[in-house]
């Protein structure tokens, strides 16, 4: 069975950092695109970013450039997230997914980790 | 990137039929066929109903079908239930590696 499991979310100051991760099961982790998907309290679905199969190319959208980082460790399993310079902003639940077969085609999802960036 | 335009709301009774629209640019929706719709119940992570505009994953009924025409792509809900009472998001392509969600539409089961 396929599973996804977010974990590090919590509650951080403006400013500080985190790092999300995603541990996989139930499929050969190194053969898909993993993708980050975030949204904010009551609000719509944000795409974050994604990464290839062996961790050598990852994209994010343009609003989190130079803060956000995603990186992934194969012989984990495991996928993360890096957050750096948190802003209020950035409060949301943070969703990881494996990219099936075809384009957008996000087939299994995490339950996701609630990131809170208050003081 | 702008979020993609969906109406934010729509209903319909059980039985009834109810389209959702999405609408882009020609950058994104309207520039590839790479159109996804997910749909998220309260508290739950979303779950894929539609990818490359019209194809069913397997185990989606096909009460859930999806369209495209020019910046704008559809989904179209037949046969209501009141288990289709959830959020729905459409997602497109937009070039360079880059990704766009819609705003979202909540569907009410009348």
């Known amino acids: 069975e396929v599973q996804l499991v977010e974990s590090g979310g919590g509650l951080v100051q403006p400013g500080g950092s985190l790092t999300l991760s995603c541990a996989a099961s139930?499929?050969?982790?190194?053969?898909?695109?993993m993708t980050w998907v975030r949204q904010a309290p009551g609000k719509g679905l944000e795409w974050v970013g994604n990464?290839?199969?062996?961790?050598?190319?990852?994209h994010c959208v343009d609003s989190v450039k130079g803060r956000f980082t995603i990186s992934r460790d194969n012989a984990k399993n495991s996928l993360y997230l890096q957050i750096n310079s948190l802003r209020a902003e950035d409060t949301a639940v943070y969703y990881c997914?494996?990219?099936?077969?075809?384009?957008?085609?996000?087939?299994?999802w995490g339950q996701g980790t609630l990131v809170t960036v208050s003081s | 990137q702008s979020a993609l335009t969906q109406p934010p709301s729509a209903s319909g009774s059980p039985g009834q039929s109810v389209t959702i629209s999405c609408t882009g640019t020609?950058?994104?929706?309207?520039?590839?066929?790479?159109v996804s719709w997910y749909q998220q119940h309260p508290g739950k992570a979303p779950k894929l109903m539609i990818y490359?505009?019209?194809k069913r994953p397997s185990g989606v009924p096909d009460r859930f079908s999806g369209s495209k025409s020019g910046n704008t792509a559809s989904l179209t809900v037949s046969g209501l239930q009141a288990e289709d009472e959830a959020d729905y998001y459409c997602?497109?392509?937009?070039?360079?590696?880059?990704?766009?969600f819609g705003t979202g539409t909540k569907v009410t089961v009348l």
């Open positions: 997914a494996r990219e099936g077969s075809g384009w957008l085609n996000w087939d299994y």
């Open positions: 139930g499929f050969t982790f190194s053969s898909y695109w």
């Open positions: 990464v290839i199969q062996d961790g050598s190319e990852s």
């Open positions: 020609s950058s994104d929706v309207g520039g590839y066929n790479y």
């Open positions: 490359e505009v019209s």
């Open positions: 997602i497109s392509y937009a070039g360079s590696h880059m990704k766009v």
